[in-house]
């Protein structure tokens, strides 16, 4: 399993303006292969090879040769992307381009030979390409040496990022979960935007994991980024002013994503906890691609601006990539009326609050009675309620 940690690039002077300097040169060789590629299409009728498209580019501008490869994979890895769009008839596929734009920027890479790492110090040293001197001769030059201070094992590529500063994202490979749990305790998952996760399993053991957190960080930033937007209509576009403030919301918007990501991060890993602990080996959770999607014309601006602002993607990815190494299925269901249906006599009532209330005399915390019905309806149980709870917010 590959995972990939962010790192902020801390080297002398010198090394940190040829960083800068060098993803100009790896969109140099991204506009290049485009421009080959379509010489090539109308001269002969077809696109180029990879080893075609390896030879035309080697030895390119003033990048180092990994760096060469790495740009021209992406490119090939972005036109194969587009052949299998347009095979497969998806919905938009009649829209797919081949990459024709031309950038300014380009990621560059080093995979794991053109890296040197010192554990001890915590080095990390990045290859440069040779030059020639006067005379022809090749000049070897110095490699680029950033200080990191946590360096993973199994290290498989190095990319340089721009993120409101350079970056670089160390892709490892971590070993394999070896504890695959195999039982038959399944779990159901009501997803929410105040309570980021409630689940119940079989045996009644209920967890409700708050999303309060995340929406404080969302509100500070929409309220942040609204007095800014205030500031610059009464400025003139493309003015320093202008330009000073447009850099003040980016700066917002990356503070707050990787806030916003920890939370999430957090939040799995307590789900992930309830799974372990609880020897769960399936988990439900309900589709809401249709309440999140299109909600223009459906909902008033303040519930659209919640669905839209909701994380049920980020949350559903950070899952699926946790509970896979420890052999959890993740399986998605439907989940009309969940939050509806009373558990005991079947009937539909609409919750006011966060208490559901039946009839019948049923009373329940509302995301409770959501995962009791998913799981009711997919694992073939009967309950009603929960034997123990835990209620859990992130710091």
Not at 264 to 284: E, G, P
Request: with cysteine; net charge positive; glycine share 6%.
């Amino acid at each position: 399993m590959y995972k990939t940690v962010i790192v902020p690039v801390n080297c002398n002077k010198c090394d940190y303006e040829y960083l800068l300097s060098v993803n100009q040169e790896s969109a140099k060789v991204w506009n290049h292969c485009v421009e080959l590629d379509k010489d090539f299409h109308e001269q002969n009728g077809r696109y180029m090879r990879m080893s075609e498209l390896q030879k035309a580019v080697k030895g390119y501008g003033f990048l180092h040769a990994k760096g060469v490869y790495h740009v021209y994979r992406k490119y090939l890895f972005s036109r194969t992307s587009m052949f299998n769009s347009i095979k497969a008839k998806h919905e938009n596929s009649n829209k797919v381009k081949l990459p024709y734009r031309q950038k300014k920027f380009f990621n560059t890479g080093w995979d794991y030979q053109s890296v040197q790492i010192d554990h001890e110090k915590g080095l990390v040293k990045l290859a440069r390409k040779d030059t020639k001197d006067d005379n022809g001769k090749r000049k070897r030059q110095g490699q680029v040496v950033c200080h990191v201070k946590t360096i993973p094992q199994n290290i498989a590529e190095i990319e340089l990022l721009y993120r409101n500063g350079l970056k670089l994202a160390i892709k490892y490979k971590e070993p394999d979960i070896q504890t695959v749990i195999q039982s038959d305790n399944v779990a159901a998952i009501d997803l929410g935007e105040i309570h980021s996760i409630t689940s119940v399993d079989n045996d009644g053991n209920a967890i409700i994991i708050t999303g309060r957190k995340m929406r404080s960080i969302k509100r500070l930033r929409d309220k942040e980024q609204a007095h800014i937007r205030s500031k610059m209509s009464k400025c003139t576009k493309g003015s320093r002013q202008y330009k000073k403030y447009n850099h003040a919301l980016y700066s917002i918007k990356y503070k707050a994503d990787k806030q916003i990501l920890d939370a999430v991060h957090k939040t799995t890993k307590f789900y992930l906890d309830f799974c372990l602990q609880n020897n769960i080996s399936k988990v439900y959770y309900g589709d809401l691609d249709g309440c999140t999607r299109n909600t223009h014309g459906r909902a008033n601006k303040l519930i659209g601006q919640k669905l839209n602002e909701w994380n049920y993607g980020r949350i559903m990815l950070q899952l699926h990539n946790k509970l896979e190494r420890y052999g959890i299925e993740l399986v998605k269901v439907g989940e009309f009326y969940t939050s509806k249906k009373c558990p005991v006599c079947g009937a539909l009532n609409t919750p006011k609050g966060r208490e559901y209330s039946c009839d019948c005399g049923y009373h329940q915390h509302r995301d409770i009675v959501g995962a009791i019905n998913i799981l009711n309806d997919n694992a073939g149980t009967s309950i009603s309620e929960y034997t123990n709870k835990k209620y859990l917010r992130i710091a």
